[in-house]
C-alpha cells in the first residue's frame, strides 16, 4: 500500500511540473500567434495547430492531476450526510465507477482511436507530425486515472496503519 501512496505522490508532482510546462508553452504559442496576426499580419499556420494539440493534452493531464489530488469534481454534498459505512462504500462505488470509464472510454476507446489514426496515416498539415499523437493522451490518461482509481479503492478497502496506531 505504501508504494501505491508513494507512486501517487510522485505522480502528483509529475504532472504538476509537465502541466506547467504544456500551459506555458501554450501561452507562448497563442502570445506568438496573436502577435504575428495583428503586427505581422502573417499567422503561421503551425500556431493553431499546435495550441489545439497543447490544449487536449493539458485538459487530459490537468484530469489526471485533478483525480490524482482529489480536486476533481463530486457530489460531496450528498455524500457528506451519509453514515460513515454509507460513506464509505458510496467512496467506493463512485471510484470503481471512474475506473470502468476510464478503462471503457479512455484506455479501450482511446487506444483504438489512436491506432486508427497511426494506421490511417493521417498527418497534422502545419506541424508535420502524425495525427495519432494528438489522440495518444486518451489511452495514456486513461491509464494513469485507472491506477488511481485502484489505489483510491485500495486506501479505502484497506486503510493504511499510522505510525500511531500500530
Not at 79 to 92: C, E, I
Request: charged share 15%; proline share 2%; glycine share 8%.
Amino acid at each position: 500500500m505504501r508504494f501505491f501512496n508513494a507512486f501517487q505522490k510522485i505522480l502528483s508532482s509529475a504532472l504538476g511540473v509537465i502541466c506547467v510546462v504544456v500551459f506555458s508553452v501554450l501561452v507562448l504559442d497563442v502570445l506568438w500567434g496573436v502577435f504575428t496576426r495583428q503586427v505581422l499580419d502573417n499567422q503561421p499556420a503551425w500556431t493553431e495547430e499546435l495550441a489545439r494539440l497543447l490544449l487536449v493534452w493539458l485538459s487530459i493531464l490537468g484530469g489526471v492531476l485533478a483525480y490524482a489530488d482529489d480536486a476533481h469534481l463530486g457530489v460531496d454534498v450528498l455524500v457528506s450526510h451519509f453514515a460513515p459505512d454509507t460513506h464509505k462504500l458510496a467512496r467506493l462505488v463512485s471510484h470503481a465507477c471512474v475506473f470502468v470509464f476510464s478503462f471503457c472510454v479512455l484506455v479501450v476507446g482511446g487506444g483504438m482511436l489512436f491506432q486508427d489514426r497511426f494506421a490511417s496515416g493521417q498527418m497534422m498539415a502545419t506541424l508535420g507530425i502524425a495525427k495519432a499523437w494528438f489522440y495518444l493522451i486518451l489511452p495514456l490518461g486513461g491509464v494513469l486515472i485507472c491506477f488511481l482509481a485502484i489505489e483510491k479503492m485500495m486506501s479505502i478497502a484497506i486503510p493504511v496503519e499510522t505510525e500511531e496506531q500500530a
